[in-house]
Structure formats: structure tokens, C-alpha cells
């Protein structure tokens, strides 16, 4: 198993729906990260949270939230999707010796 | 805001020949990493540099962190067509957890 699995890899909604991006770790780092790709813009970060009770905004923040049900698990939600939110997602974790391990992403396309 | 940014943008070259990629910013980084991320994947980190002036190798890739901690440069002896991919350099600035990503440079060696 991968040591940060993300799902779904790839989706696509409509616009104005609700959709939650999931992402778990067995690394066992307390700290995790949500960061969105788009061509030309590099990776930009939305959330992070430094342990299950600690959630801070990002850059990017505006239009998604974030729930941190475990340290092993941090799922990223759009709460009415736009198209604009069309890109590519990663959830990442850290600790101070092993550096960032992200995961495989997942491709939102909103329509 | 600290920005980096990442020179060229894109690089072709054959296989064989040498290259170096760039990674400039106005502000101080308490450490810099480098990424190399593959089309479909999340980015994996190559090496994290942490004093100024500091050099790391990793076989045929260098990495130097400039003395000042602004600036970084990767070089690459005799690419071969498995070090294609998109590499992406990213900071963190003093007392900052946060990771600052540059935009990336999008390498393609040709056979």
C-alpha cells in the first residue's frame, strides 16, 4: 500500500455539487496537507493541519473545507463545486526527518 | 509572500548532454528541497539543503544552496531519458512550516 493513498483519482461533478476528496496515511506523521496543481501555477496550499485538533488555511482556501477525522486521515471537501476548482490534487504529510511525502493525486474536472 | 522562481521553464536536450535548472527568490529560506515529479504522481523529494553554500549529490544530479540561503541550483551530467519530469524546488522560510513551491521546470530528454 502506498503511504499516502488518496481517493478518488480521477472525478468529475457538476457544478454546484457537494464533493469530498479523501486522503490517509501510514507514515504516522501528525502533520498533513491539502495543495491544488494547475498548469503554469504550480502547487498552492489550500489547508494544513499540524494534528487532529489543529486546522489552518492556506493560501487558496476559499470555497473548500476540511475535516482531520484521525491522524491518519484528512479529507478536503468543496462545499458547491466551480469550475475554476478543475485541477489536480494533492494531500501530503511531514515530519521534521523525513521531509513531505505526497500522494498520487486526484484529477477534479467540475462542469 | 515568499516567491520562488524557477528558470527555465521548459528544457529540451538529448541524451547525454548536461543541464542546469535554477531556483531564485528575494527572501531567505531556512531550507530548500527539490521535487521531481512524473506525469500522473504526486512530486517525490530528491534532497533537502539546509546550510548555505551547502553542495549534495545524488549520483549524476548536484545540488548547491547559494551561500546567502536565496537561491539553488540543480545540475544534471549526461541526462539520460529516465530524469524527464517536471522538477520543482520549495522553501521554507524562518519559523515558517509552511512550504513554499516554485513553478516548476518541465524537463524533457530526448534518446
Known amino acids: 500500500d502506498a503511504d499516502v493513498t488518496q481517493t478518488p483519482r480521477n472525478r468529475i461533478t457538476k457544478t454546484g455539487k457537494r464533493i469530498m476528496l479523501e486522503c490517509s496515511q501510514t507514515?504516522?506523521?501528525?502533520?498533513m496537507y491539502w495543495y491544488r496543481q494547475d498548469p503554469g501555477l504550480g502547487l498552492r496550499l489550500i489547508y494544513y493541519s499540524f494534528d487532529v485538533k489543529d486546522i489552518n488555511k492556506g493560501e487558496i482556501s476559499d470555497g473548500y473545507s476540511v475535516s482531520r477525522q484521525a491522524q491518519a486521515k484528512f479529507s478536503l471537501s468543496l462545499e458547491s463545486a466551480i469550475p475554476n476548482q478543475t485541477a489536480l490534487y494533492f494531500c501530503a504529510t511531514s515530519d521534521l526527518r523525513e521531509g513531505y511525502t505526497f500522494g498520487s493525486g486526484t484529477r477534479l474536472t467540475v462542469v | 509572500t515568499q516567491l520562488l522562481e524557477q528558470s527555465p521553464q521548459f528544457l529540451s536536450i538529448q541524451e547525454g548532454e548536461n543541464l542546469t535548472v535554477y531556483c531564485n527568490s528575494s527572501s531567505v529560506f531556512s531550507s530548500l528541497q527539490w521535487y521531481r515529479q512524473e506525469p500522473g504522481e504526486g512530486p517525490v523529494l530528491l534532497v533537502t539543503?539546509?546550510?548555505?553554500?551547502e553542495v549534495k549529490k545524488l549520483k549524476r544530479l548536484t545540488f548547491q544552496f547559494g551561500d546567502a540561503r536565496k537561491d539553488s541550483s540543480l545540475h544534471i551530467t549526461a541526462a539520460q531519458p529516465g530524469d524527464t519530469g517536471l522538477y520543482l524546488c520549495?522553501?521554507?522560510?524562518?519559523?515558517?512550516?509552511?512550504?513554499?513551491f516554485g513553478k516548476g521546470t518541465k524537463l524533457s530528454v530526448i534518446p
Open positions: 507514515k504516522g506523521h501528525d502533520r
Open positions: 539543503v539546509v546550510t548555505g553554500g
Open positions: 520549495a522553501g521554507t522560510g524562518a519559523g515558517s512550516y509552511q512550504l513554499t
